[in-house]
């Protein structure tokens, strides 16, 4: 064990604490650090109850130098739960509590490790949702959403999870309890606090409480599909799209490999070729926009265009919400490899599509391609032979290729998944030297021993150390 942490079982907690190997070992890794092989093993797993169990627990190992990684339910992609520097793993999934609803207010306020599907359900029992919930809503919880400021296929029409969210209760990194925001739908109130620890993935404080803000369920939900002969002309037609205006609520993007896949896993029949996926909402004239959204269609040579009915919305969004799976579960002989989220100003979405297919080819690896294209954000994974020795190289090269290329464009390293371990290196090209500074003294101001989630963001910690403390 590196850390010491025997101090936990000396604290009076409501929560529960292990430090037997099967806990700490499964909590050494996410979704694909785990595959990767790039877990590392805490010294004990905490399982706060409260509030004052995470202060309690933050409170005193930020006083022996011991780092606290907060997790949630496993299911990032950066490696932003591993504790890279071992220490304390602090789950959050037994504060589980919806803990109001003031549908007159259109809010809610829950716990942390209350599953997106929770909220999606409580919400509907009084005729509203929450609109930027992303897809994987059954695999993530409500604060693993907000510290990673995730986005989904409603985000073209209704924004992130930042959108979304009045308010938080906060632990930072010596116990102090903060709230941000408050119950008003604006605020002009001194620092947006909020804002800073949404996509903060753990770094500045541990959220305990948060109050969300929902919206009314449309009355008109309808959906359905266009093929498209080439990659191009569906890529181009998506940034028309949202170019000429049309209200969509989902615009979704799959390349044929990616439908191939899919097709494979779900056997559902669906078509050869690029395809877009989209779905509309409105409480009237639904049928004028799916008929503007047509006209667009029609001037990138769309070769089918279909609406489904209520008895078919699900299984065709089936095909698109379960890529990831597809994805995994291909050709048992290959692995992906480097996921990525780039996004991009919409007028560079089909170049960037364009540019990553072109990568693949060069390199001979398998990219499928597919995403919430109507927010200019494209997923990969290059699909790899493990056997093969330079396979790994070049699968990093094309990941490399397209995030440089994406910030080059004025886009970003990642839309959705945050930075984590993976995308360190990106951070400097994104923001620039001064851009960097400016997050390192916001953590060091928060954070000053560098105790919570250690190891994630800052460049300079990709070689093993802790972001530079100031001389006390």
């Known amino acids: 064990m590196g850390h010491d942490c ?50 309690a627990v ?27 520097f071992e220490g304390v793993s602090m789950d959050m999934t037994r504060m589980d509590e919806v803990l109001e609803v003031r549908p007159a207010d259109l809010q809610m306020d829950v716990e942390p490790g209350v599953m997106g599907d929770v909220v999606e359900e409580t919400a509907a029992d009084h005729g ?43 632990v930072l990194a010596d116990g102090t309890v903060v709230e941000t925001g408050s119950r008003a739908v604006k605020t002009s109130s001194g620092y947006n606090l909020t804002d800073v620890v949404v996509g ?81 909402h409105a409480n009237h004239g639904v049928d004028e926009e799916i008929a503007f959204f047509e006209t667009v269609l029609d001037a990138h040579d769309a070769e089918t265009f279909e609406i489904a009915g209520d008895d078919r919305m699900e299984e065709i969004w089936r095909a698109r919400d379960e890529l990831a799976f597809a994805v995994q579960g291909y050709d048992p002989d290959l692995e992906p490899r480097h996921p990525g989220d780039v996004t991009v100003p919409i007028s560079r979405y089909p170049d960037i599509v364009r540019h990553a297919k072109d990568l693949a ?4 690896l398998l990219l499928p391609c597919f995403g919430h294209a109507g927010d200019g954000n494209v997923h990969y994974a290059a699909l790899i032979d493990p056997d093969d020795p330079d396979a790994e190289a070049r699968a990093e090269a094309v990941y490399d290729g397209i995030v440089e290329r994406a910030i080059e464009w004025g886009g970003t390293a990642t839309g959705e998944h945050g930075i984590g371990m993976g995308k360190r290196r990106f951070l400097e090209l994104e923001h620039g030297a001064d851009g960097v500074e400016a997050m390192r003294a916001l953590k060091l101001a928060l954070d000053p021993n560098d105790t919570l989630n250690p190891g994630k963001i800052f460049p300079e910690t990709a070689d093993g150390g802790r972001v530079d403390r100031p001389e006390r």
């Open 200 to 280: 903060s993935e753990g770094t500045l404080g541990v959220v305990t409480r948060a109050t969300l803000e929902l919206a009314g369920r449309p009355e008109q939900i309808r959906g359905g599909r266009a093929v498209f002969a080439s990659m191009d002309d569906a890529a181009e037609a998506v940034a028309d799209v949202v170019r000429s205006g049309v209200d969509v609520a989902k615009l979704e993007l799959v390349d044929p490999l990616a439908a191939e896949m899919a097709d494979d896993h779900l056997d559902t029949g669906l078509p050869d070729g690029a395809t877009i996926f989209v779905e509309f």
């Open 361 to 364: 080819d060069e390199h001979d």
């Open 128 to 170: 509203l949702f929450f609109p930027p919930m992303p897809s994987s809503s059954n695999l993530s919880t409500i604060g693993g959403m907000i510290v990673n400021d995730a986005a989904g296929q409603r985000t073209v029409r209704y924004g992130e999870v930042a959108d979304w969210v009045l308010g938080l209760e906060v």
């Open 6 to 55: 025997s101090f936990l079982s000396a604290l009076e907690l409501d929560g529960e604490v292990s430090f037997e190997a099967a806990a700490r070992e499964s909590h050494a890794a996410d979704w694909v650090a785990a595959e990767a092989g790039l877990g590392v093993t805490p010294d004990a797993v905490v399982w706060p109850a409260s509030t004052a169990d995470v202060s």
């Open 58 to 84: 933050l409170s005193a190992a930020d006083e022996r130098g011991v780092p606290v990684t907060p997790y949630a339910a496993g299911t990032s992609i950066e490696g932003n739960a591993v504790p890279l």
